[in-house]
């Protein structure tokens, strides 16, 4: 059974940058597209970025473009999504999502609990 944990969230100010990690046990991670979604409190969770298997296709929400970046390293089983000049709009939790076929998507099949960025002074 394929399992996801997130990790990497945390308290930052306006400007800064965390990087989240997404661990994949349980599968050959080649096999899966990864998903990075967010749900900020009172609104619908959103996929904000995605990589396909082999990372050569990316997905970026436009209001992440320019400021986040997603990676993989399929032979550490990890996932990454480096946010860089967080706003206080980025303040959600924040997910990571797997599933054998795109387009990323809330109804991907495995998900992981998620990690908590607050954006703040």
């Known amino acids: 059974q394929l399992q996801l944990v997130e990790s990497g969230g945390g308290l930052v100010q306006p400007g800064g940058s965390l990087r989240l990690a997404c661990a994949v046990s349980g599968v050959t991670m080649d096999d899966y597209a990864i998903g990075w979604f967010r749900q900020a409190p009172g609104k619908v969770r959103e996929v904000i970025s995605c990589i396909s298997p082999t990372g050569a296709s990316k997905y970026y929400e436009d209001s992440v473009k320019g400021r986040f970046t997603i990676s993989r390293d399929n032979a550490k089983s990890t996932a990454y999504l480096q946010m860089n000049s967080l706003k206080p709009e980025d303040t959600a939790v924040y997910y990571c999502?797997?599933?054998?076929?795109?387009?990323?998507?809330?109804?991907?099949?495995?998900w992981g609990k998620g990690t908590v960025v607050t954006v703040s002074s």
């Open positions: 999502a797997a599933d054998k076929y795109l387009p990323c998507r809330n109804g991907m099949d495995y």
